[in-house]
């Protein structure tokens, strides 16, 4: 919302009508003949030979899940292979023109695009820069194997290198590019530019957006194919992706080099289906999946659909639209047309659809072909493309025995390393700044209005006399997040933040109030209202080694993002085997005051997913020292915020929030009043009610009470909770969620295991209702209050003297309410 962008009505009332452009479709009609101009007979070639060995491979695969053998090698793959025989044309096209420094991405069939970028990045690469990256990668492991006994040259080398450790990582083995722990649907190798594959449908869409905004925000050569299925343009991430992609500020808004689009090729590998699901004339509305680049920018995304059967015609598509992203006119949209001649994996019979339309795209297969016309073209004889063909064949099956040999090629030794896996779910590295070079900002930080306000505010909340400093003095909490971020935009070059309402606004709660004239347009900026791609692009940012703060601005709407952040952001440094890291720290808020749909804690769903962190600071103090913390990490952070304490001074943190730099660790608990009678461990802002119930405990009943506040969730050092119970013996769990199901649960059985011994009771958990959240006018009845926990202590715990309580929590009401599911 820039206030120099102005709607005019005048102009937008204006009667008229929409035109749009020509789509092209499958309008390459070069023959071989014409195009030895563009390319040697070596270069007609190799295209040749790459297909065949994409075809062999996946041959190879279908024949091991089918018959359980290749070439009288018997092997069972219990994994899954969804395989492109059939597609090789349009996976060799794709990659043909690219180079290392091109990223791609693509789909759960992916086996294909990895072996055609491969081959093309050896083609293209010194002896040097092979033998460096064959050695690096896991210190060699992967390469060890295909050295033993190789006496051919370098580049044969690294084609035995790219299939065997493709093969090995299909298989599960420690030799694979990924250790084994991506398996067939994730399968990637980032030294020849080859980007995580996605086991989920469209997956990519969003991902590979976030890889092409890293390359553009940090002036990065190269470009970044999103290969995607037909099918997956129904799905919304893919879309939210495309709108992202082509947002009109990239033109409008940012400046100098970094005015223009996105450097991005969506390439639709169209076979046709999805899944047992026929996209044209069935599940999907277009005819023609090019004509959905007209509903997205005035380009048209400069659509078009190729005939991914002739692999020259994808080839020279693609050196017309990498001349287009070359002058910033990106993203552009390829529809390439393809077809899958196996099932959606090996298991599917294919009942769909007929004998008859299979063979009739077998009679045009493209390997076979583009090998007539080689022939007629005088370009090799029949004699070297057989040659070319029993070479393949003994290359993959040599690939194969060395694959499946558990001498040379284990599976990861869980026994003897039991939690090896575990090790991987998080880099836990502390890093400055992802890149070193100069940051890219307004003005200095001194110089910054809010900056300056804040060295004028009172950083404890209380004054000599114990008296709270007014509002407008105090430090409060947004102010000790806004102080760790700024710092870290002064610190880090590649650092953006982005959601909705982050930039002219300042952010929905103000958090952000003084960056915009800090930074520029493309560090600090607006997306689309569209959570799965504010946080899906941030994934693809980050791990192509950036930073960044993608905001969610209610926690209610992570489900709006719930694929990338349950399914995506937590996998991919374990998946890679740890070669991407994952510094991503969202934003959320937890609200109150909006009812059912904006005020939900849904900390135990974040909580849940194994490979994130999660943290819920609720003072100043805490807030900048775990955002800190969180911002010099390479994992990604599931950061919450209440809203209720935005405004909230440091109340703990004697000495106040310090100026200048620091961290707290991770997953360490905090007692905020030391007590010797109950212990009460708090979840976000109930902290606050906690405090006030244990002041009517200690002045009306004598009871002492210990409170903690939990600060972290994952990771949570339990030690300290423990030593509060062998104090008081008695524990209380309070938190803003719905109990049922609620982290507070898990913290109370993890409790019961860890303490028994020290417990004179069961630890009780007090949640909010198992209800929707009602209106701020009714909050009272819904989110715990002093008077819960005190309620809870007296009629679960121990009995207060004089006591009577309001509120219900003995064992008939609470098998009441579980069997009532309220």
Not at 136 to 157: C, M, N
Not at 350 to 373: H, L, N, P, T
Not at 671 to 677: A, H, R, V, W
Not at 800 to 813: Q, R
Request: glycine fraction near 8%; include cysteine.
């Amino acid at each position: 919302m820039p206030k120099v962008q102005y709607i005019n009505p005048d102009e937008v009332r204006k009667p008229g009508q929409i035109e749009f452009k020509p789509i092209p479709v499958n309008q390459y009609n070069k023959t071989i003949e014409d195009e030895k101009e563009n390319f040697s007979n070596d270069d007609l070639i190799r295209i040749f030979h790459d297909m065949v060995v994409i075809r062999e491979f996946e041959t190879m695969l279908n024949l091991i899940k089918t018959r359980g053998e290749y070439n009288e090698v018997p092997y069972n793959h219990p994994g899954p292979a969804h395989l492109s025989i059939g597609q090789e044309a349009a996976a060799v096209g794709m990659a043909y023109t690219l180079g290392v420094e091109d990223f791609i991405f693509g789909s759960h069939r992916s086996h294909g695009e990895i072996l055609a970028k491969g081959l093309s990045a050896i083609s293209k690469l010194s002896d040097e820069q092979l033998e460096k990256i064959m050695d690096s990668h896991f210190d060699g492991i992967t390469a060890a194997p295909v050295k033993a006994g190789h006496t051919g040259t370098t580049k044969e080398l690294a084609i035995k290198f790219l299939i065997y450790g493709t093969l090995a990582e299909v298989f599960a083995r420690e030799t694979g590019f990924n250790r084994g722990l991506g398996g067939s649907m994730h399968a990637f190798f980032t030294p020849f530019g080859v980007y995580p594959n996605n086991a989920i449908v469209g997956g990519s869409g969003d991902i590979s957006v976030g890889a092409a905004l890293y390359k553009k925000v940090n002036r990065k050569p190269g470009i970044v194919v999103a290969n995607i299925g037909d099918a997956s343009m129904a799905c919304g991430p893919v879309w939210e992706g495309l709108t992202f992609a082509t947002m009109d500020q990239f033109n409008e808004l940012w400046e100098g080099d970094m005015k223009g689009g996105l450097p991005l090729i969506i390439n639709i590998m169209n076979n046709q289906y999805g899944m047992g699901g026929q996209t044209c004339g069935e599940t999907m509305g277009y005819n023609i999946a090019a004509r959905i680049g007209a509903g997205l920018n005035d380009d048209q995304m400069h659509a078009e659909r190729v005939d991914g059967y002739n692999p020259l015609a994808v080839i020279d598509a693609y050196k017309r639209k990498k001349k287009i992203l070359e002058e910033k006119r990106g993203p552009v949209l390829l529809d390439v047309l393809t077809y899958r001649y196996s099932g959606h994996s090996p298991s599917d019979a294919s009942s769909y659809r007929s004998k008859e339309e299979v063979e009739a795209w077998e009679a045009q297969d493209s390997i076979i072909w583009f090998g007539k016309e080689l022939v007629k073209a005088g370009v090799a004889t029949e004699e070297q493309l057989e040659a070319i063909k029993a070479e393949t064949t003994e290359l993959i099956t040599y690939a194969l025995k060395l694959a499946i040999d558990d001498e040379v090629s284990p599976h990861m030794n869980m026994k003897k390393h039991p939690n090896l896996i575990g090790e991987m779910m998080f880099s836990n590295q502390s890093v400055d700044k992802m890149e070193d070079r100069p940051v890219e900002v307004n003005h200095p930080m001194e110089e910054n209005p809010r900056v300056q306000q804040l060295t004028k505010k009172e950083r404890f909340m209380f004054d000599q006399n114990g008296k709270p400093h007014s509002k407008i003095k105090t430090y409060g909490l947004r102010d000790g997040i806004f102080e760790a971020i700024v710092d870290r935009f002064y610190k880090d070059p590649t650092l953006i933040a982005y959601g909705e309402e982050n930039r002219d606004w300042g952010g929905a709660f103000a958090v952000y109030r003084g960056l915009t004239e800090a930074l520029p347009y493309h560090r600090l900026f607006n997306s689309p209202i569209a959570e799965a791609s504010i946080v899906g692009t941030a994934i693809g940012y980050a791990m192509c080694g950036g930073r960044v703060i993608p905001e969610i601005m209610y926690c209610d709407f992570l489900g709006r993002a719930g694929d990338e952040v349950f399914n995506q952001l937590p996998k991919w440094q374990a998946m890679s085997g740890n070669v991407l890291k994952m510094p991503v720290v969202i934003r959320v808020s937890v609200g109150s005051k909006y009812g059912a749909q904006h005020s939900q804690d849904w900390t135990a769903l974040a909580a849940h997913i194994p490979g994130l962190k999660v943290l819920f600071p609720v003072t100043p103090y805490d807030a900048k020292g775990l955002m800190n913390a969180a911002l010099q990490g390479t994992d990604p952070v599931i950061f919450f915020e209440s809203q209720r304490l935005y405004d909230i001074g440091e109340q703990f943190h004697k000495e106040g929030v310090p100026a200048e730099y620091y961290e707290l660790p991770m997953g360490e608990p905090d007692i905020k009043k030391e007590g010797s009678d109950v212990t009460i461990l708090t979840i976000g802002a109930t902290l606050y009610r906690a405090l006030d119930a244990a002041k009517t405990l200690e002045e009306k009943y004598g009871v002492s009470a210990e409170v903690i506040d939990a600060r972290s969730l994952v990771p949570f050092n339990y030690e300290p909770v423990i030593e509060s119970i062998k104090k008081t013996g008695r524990i209380v769990v309070s938190g803003d969620a719905s109990a049922r199901g609620s982290f507070l649960r898990d913290l109370a059985s993890n409790i019961t295991e860890l303490a028994f011994d020290y417990l004179d009771a069961p630890p009780v958990v007090v949640g909010s209702r198992n209800w929707i959240t009602p209106a701020h006018e009714l909050e009272d009845y819904f989110f715990p209050q002093p008077e819960w926990i005190i309620d809870a202590i007296h009629e679960r715990i121990v009995p207060l003297k004089g006591h009577v309580c309001e509120n219900d929590f003995t064992e008939a009401e609470q098998l009441d309410r579980n069997a009532r599911g309220i």
